[in-house]
C-alpha cells in the first residue's frame, strides 16, 4: 500500500459490498473487507475484490452492506472499529437513523442491483449512473457529508441528499411497492399456467422488463417490507384506489378517461430525469455558508427538493475562518430554479459556467 493511497471498509462482501470495493478499487483505493461468513469474505479475496480480508482501524470510509437484520449492530461495531465516515446501503432509512446517533455515520442507499447474487456477481460499473441517496441528520459531520457525496460521484453515482422519512416515503413509491407489484403479476401468471400452460410462453419482452425485479431475493424483501410497513401499506392503499379507478375506467369503455390516464402515464415516462454529461451543459454554483454544521446538508437537500441534479461538490475555506464557499456543479438547464430556492432561504450564490 502506497502512503497516499486512500483505504476503506467494506462489512458485507456481497453483490453491492463488493460492488462498491471493486469500484473503489477502480479507482486507486486499498480496500479492506469481513463478512460474518469468513469463506464469503476469502472468496471476495481470491476473486481480487478485496486487498485484506479484516478490519482496517484507519480507513476514511467503511460501507455496511448487510441484510436489514443486521444491520444496527455491524454499523455500531465499525464505528467502534473505524475512525472514518461510515455509512450503509440499506433500503430503509428511518429506523437505523433514529438509533444511532454518531456524527461519523451518514446513512445512505444506492439504489441499484442485479439479478445475480453474491460477491460472484460483483460489478464495478453496476453503480454507474444510479442514484444513489444519502439521508444525513441535524448532527452528521459536513465535511465527512461532503467526502462522501464526491467519492460516490466518482463512482459515477447520482448523489441525491434528503431526510431519511422522506427517503422511505418515496422509495415506497419508487422501489417497495413496484416489487410487490410485480411479484403479484408473476404469481398470478403462474397460476394461470396451471390451467393453461402456454400463457408463460407468451410473456414476451414487456412482461418480462416489467416482472424483472420478482426476480429478487425474497429474504431481503421481508426485512424492507417490515421496516417500511407503514410507508409501503399507505401506497398499496393509493395503488389499489388507482387499479380501482382504471376498472371502471375500462369496464365502462370511457376511452377519453382512459387516453387521459395513459397520457399522462406516457407524459411522465418521458420526462423522468437523465444525467447531464457534457461540460457545456453544466454550470458551477459558488454559495457562501457560515461556518456552521448542517450546511451542506442543508443546500443539498433543497437541491432535491427543486429537482437539481449535483454533479459534483466541494468546499472551498475562507481566509477569514469564519465562512466558507460550497461550490456545485450543476445542470445548465435547472441552474435558475436553484438560484431562486437559494435566494429564498438566504443565501446569496454566484455562478460560472465551465465551458
Known amino acids: 500500500m502506497t502512503k497516499n493511497e486512500r483505504r476503506a471498509q467494506i462489512v458485507g462482501t456481497g453483490l453491492i459490498g463488493g460492488s462498491i470495493a471493486l469500484a473503489l478499487r477502480a479507482r486507486g483505493w486499498h480496500i479492506t473487507g469481513r463478512d460474518i461468513d469468513a469463506k464469503r469474505a476469502e472468496r471476495a479475496l481470491e476473486l481480487g475484490v478485496l486487498d ?11 460501507f455496511v452492506a448487510v441484510p436489514a437484520s443486521a444491520l444496527e449492530a455491524e454499523i455500531r461495531k465499525t464505528l467502534r472499529e ?29 439504489m441499484a442491483g ?13 453503480f454507474d449512473g444510479a442514484v444513489w441517496v444519502l439521508t444525513p441528520t441535524l448532527g452528521s459531520d459536513d465535511f465527512g457529508l461532503r467526502d ?28 417497495h411497492v ?34 424483472r425485479v420478482a426476480a429478487g431475493h425474497p429474504e431481503i424483501w421481508l426485512d424492507i417490507c417490515e ?32 387516453t387521459n390516464l395513459l397520457s399522462q402515464a406516457r407524459k411522465a415516462r418521458t420526462n423522468l430525469p437523465s444525467r447531464y454529461v457534457r461540460p457545456q451543459e453544466l454550470v458551477e454554483v459558488r ?12 443546500i443539498t437537500m433543497l437541491a432535491a427538493d427543486c429537482e437539481v441534479n449535483v454533479a459534483d461538490i466541494e468546499v472551498a475555506h475562507s481566509a477569514e475562518g469564519e465562512r466558507g464557499v460550497l461550490v456545485l456543479v450543476v445542470a445548465q438547464a435547472e441552474v435558475q430554479r436553484f438560484l431562486a430556492v437559494l435566494a429564498g432561504q438566504g443565501y446569496r450564490p454566484t455562478t460560472r459556467e465551465l465551458a
Open 82 to 110: 473505524t475512525n472514518g465516515i461510515v455509512t450503509d446501503t440499506g433500503s430503509v432509512k428511518t429506523t437505523v437513523a433514529r438509533s444511532i446517533d454518531d456524527p461519523r455515520f451518514i446513512p445512505g442507499h444506492p
Open 227 to 258: 421496516e417500511n410497513r407503514d410507508a409501503i401499506v399507505s401506497v398499496l392503499d393509493e395503488f389499489s384506489a388507482r387499479i380501482r379507478n382504471i376498472r371502471e375506467i375500462v369496464a365502462q369503455s370511457d376511452r377519453t378517461g382512459l
Open 52 to 62: 485484506v480480508v479484516g478490519s482496517d482501524a484507519e480507513a476514511e470510509l467503511a
Open 287 to 298: 454559495i457562501p455558508i457560515p461556518d456552521r454544521k448542517g450546511q451542506i446538508a442543508n
Open 148 to 175: 462522501l457525496q464526491m467519492v460516490l460521484a466518482s463512482m459515477g453515482c447520482d448523489v441525491v441528499t434528503m431526510t431519511p422519512e422522506r427517503h422511505d416515503a418515496l422509495v415506497a413509491i419508487v422501489s
Open 178 to 211: 413496484p416489487h410487490l407489484t410485480a411479484a403479484s403479476l408473476m404469481c398470478l401468471a403462474d397460476d394461470r399456467a396451471l390451467d393453461d400452460a402456454p400463457l408463460l410462453r407468451l410473456a414476451a419482452g414487456g412482461f418480462r422488463d416489467m416482472t
Open 114 to 126: 442485479s439479478e445475480q447474487e453474491g460477491v460472484d456477481g460483483a460489478d464495478q460499473e453496476i
